[in-house]
């Protein structure tokens, strides 16, 4: 069975930086595009930003472009949010995502929740100001 898994989330002050990973067991990340997304309380799960199958495309918010870089390691079955310069408004919970429907060799952004169809549990980031 598929796993997405979230980890590095925390309480940070305003300016700071912090590193999400998501691993997924179960399958190989290597053919399918990912993406990340967050949700604060209130609002509806927003898009963040995702990543090609080989990294070869990112695509980003514009509320988080030019802070926050994605990256993915398939080898390690694994990928990362570099987020900095945090700022209170990015408060949510992180969320992963995967499209396992069928391999993405396409470099095409997906920007919609429905656009994927496994998700992980989540990780608080917390930012204080």
């Known amino acids: 069975q598929v796993q997405l898994v979230e980890s590095g989330g925390g309480l940070v002050r305003a300016g700071d930086s912090l590193r999400l990973s998501c691993t997924m067991s179960?399958?190989?990340?290597?053919?399918?595009?990912m993406g990340w997304f967050r949700q604060a309380p209130g609002k509806e799960r927003e898009f963040v930003a995702s990543i090609s199958w080989n990294g070869g495309r990112t695509d980003y918010a514009d509320s988080v472009q030019g802070r926050f870089t994605t990256s993915r390691d398939n080898a390690k079955n694994m990928m990362y949010l570099q987020m900095n310069s945090l700022k209170p408004e990015d408060t949510a919970v992180y969320y992963c995502a995967t499209d396992l429907k069928e391999p993405d060799w396409s470099q095409v952004p997906k920007r919609r929740v429905s656009d994927y169809s496994n998700w992980g549990q989540g990780t608080q980031v917390t930012v204080s100001s």
């Open positions: 179960g399958r190989a990340i290597t053919v399918y595009h």
